[in-house]
Structure formats: structure tokens, C-alpha cells
């Protein structure tokens, strides 16, 4: 079992940034794979990122690309994403998410994901 904690979360005006941390317990190793997901007002959650533990590799979503980047520190079990130029759009529950697997494939599918976070809250103002 693996719990997932996000934080980070808060209101910021549009061109803004916020940086996001989503802290694992439990079970934890390099084999697994960890996502970020969101869900804005009124729409289905949809992917934003996915890393591979071991080696960092990260896949985009292509509304985030070039504004978004996710890293991890494997010291302290957390994954980041760091949001920069920040639109309303962007208005949503982020949600951390992971997998115990080494394969790359099928990220931005949430049924691939076992484990899931509480939500962080992000509010964009224009």
C-alpha cells in the first residue's frame, strides 16, 4: 500500500506560479510511477504528468507543455510539479496518483492508477 498526500495548492493570479508536492508513504521503491492529474469545475479529470521513479522520465500533457515541469527527490519520497505561467484554465483539484510498475506506457490513462491523493485545490484569478 502506498498513501499520497498533496500539497502546494492555492489561489494565484493569472502569469503566476505555484509549486505542488505530493509526499508517498508506505510501500515505497524505485518501480513505481507517479502522475499528476486535474479536474476542473464541471469537467473529467484529465492527465497533466506522469514520471517514472527510477529515472525521472516525464511525460507532458500538451496543454502543460513548457509551463509545467515535475521532478522528484527520492530522499524525501516526493514528486513536484512546478506550475509556471498560470491561467485560469489551469483552475482545478490537482490530484497525485501512482502505479507500482517500470512501464512507460498507457500514463494519461487513470484507470492505471491504483493509488490516488486527497486533491490540492489550485484557483487561477484573471
Known amino acids: 500500500q502506498v498513501q499520497l498526500v498533496e500539497s502546494g495548492g492555492g489561489l494565484v493570479q493569472a502569469g503566476g506560479s505555484l509549486r505542488l508536492s505530493c509526499v508517498a508513504s508506505?510501500?515505497?521503491?524505485?518501480?513505481?510511477?507517479v502522475a499528476w492529474f486535474r479536474q476542473g469545475p464541471g469537467k473529467e479529470r484529465e492527465f497533466v504528468t506522469a514520471?517514472?521513479?527510477?529515472?525521472?522520465?516525464?511525460s507532458y500533457a500538451d496543454s502543460v507543455k513548457g509551463r509545467f515541469t515535475a521532478s522528484r527527490d527520492n530522499a524525501k519520497n516526493t514528486v513536484y510539479l512546478q506550475m509556471n505561467s498560470l491561467s485560469p484554465e489551469d483552475t482545478a483539484v490537482y490530484y497525485c496518483?501512482?502505479?507500482?510498475?517500470?512501464?512507460?506506457?498507457?500514463?494519461?490513462?487513470?484507470?492505471?492508477?491504483?493509488?490516488w491523493g486527497q486533491g490540492t485545490q489550485v484557483t487561477v484569478s484573471s
Open positions: 496518483a501512482a502505479k507500482r510498475t517500470t512501464v512507460f506506457w498507457n500514463v494519461s490513462a487513470r484507470s492505471e492508477y491504483a493509488y
Open positions: 508506505g510501500r515505497t521503491d524505485n518501480y513505481y510511477r
Open positions: 514520471t517514472r521513479w527510477g529515472d525521472g522520465y516525464t
